[in-house]
């Protein structure tokens, strides 16, 4: 696609239950980053995958949070037992390189009720 | 370490004045400094980004930005605010050896007709 795509773009879940969040980044992109935005806060960094491998995971929060990013191009950022304080915008960029633009997509509302 | 501080969460301005985004940066080197546009229930949009080089840098929509290193700002200014500028602003640092795009925690532009 021309763009970065996350689906869905909304998701409500129940307190405790296991979400799955995906990204797919623009083709050719090496870089992925996922990103928390809370209401009336800046984009704050989860983590950032250079191909495959995590080259960086010290924004996630806890370990109810993984990403994965098998292939090299779709990750999927996974959520176990959630709770109501993870409700946010989680936000996927790609960029061409690390230190090259990086594309954000629409982002995908998380609400946990 | 890096961080970003936007002065003013919200900030308005008539049609047609000057608009007037600030941004100060922390970095012990260096920086690449970027400023981002989200429009309501959009991505983030890279408006500008200052690498290396020219301090004064052209964006899209009109934006400009000057990368100042005595006083650790980049400014977002546009000399005539339309009503379709009306979004929110965030600035963002990133220094050498971090891999991760810093964020502050974002400007709400009003135009008011």
């Known amino acids: 696609g021309a763009g970065v795509s996350q689906t869905p773009s909304n998701k409500v879940t129940e307190k405790g239950k296991y979400v799955e969040l995906r990204c797919d980044p623009i083709?050719?992109?090496?870089?992925l980053y996922w990103y928390r935005q809370s209401l009336g806060q800046g984009p704050e960094f989860l983590i950032y995958?250079?191909?495959?491998?995590?080259?960086?995971d010290s924004g996630l929060p806890n370990d109810r949070f993984f990403a994965v990013r098998p292939e090299g191009s779709v990750s999927t950022l996974k959520i176990q037992r959630t709770e109501r304080g993870d409700s946010a915008v989680y936000l996927c960029?790609?960029?061409?390189?690390?230190?090259?633009?990086?594309?954000f997509g629409q982002g995908t509302r998380l609400t946990v009720v | 370490a890096q961080s970003v501080t936007q002065l003013g969460s919200h900030v308005s301005v008539s049609e047609g004045a000057l608009v007037l985004l600030r941004c100060n940066y922390s970095?012990?080197?260096?920086?690449?400094l970027f400023w981002y546009v989200q429009y309501p229930n959009q991505g983030l949009q890279l408006l500008l980004k200052?690498?290396?080089?020219?301090?004064l840098v052209k964006g899209i929509n009109g934006f400009e930005a000057e990368f100042k290193k005595s006083e650790t700002s980049f400014h977002l200014t546009k000399p005539s605010a339309h009503m379709s500028d009306a979004a929110e602003y965030f600035c963002?640092?990133?220094?050498?050896?971090?891999?991760?795009?810093?964020f502050g925690t974002g400007t709400k532009l009003q135009v008011i007709p």
């Open positions: 960029a790609s960029s061409l390189t690390q230190r090259a633009e990086a594309f």
């Open positions: 083709s050719g992109h090496t870089a």
């Open positions: 995958f250079q191909g495959t491998g995590a080259a960086d």
């Open positions: 970095s012990s080197v260096p920086p690449y």
């Open positions: 200052y690498t290396t080089g020219a301090t």
């Open positions: 963002a640092v990133l220094s050498g050896g971090y891999q991760k795009v810093t």
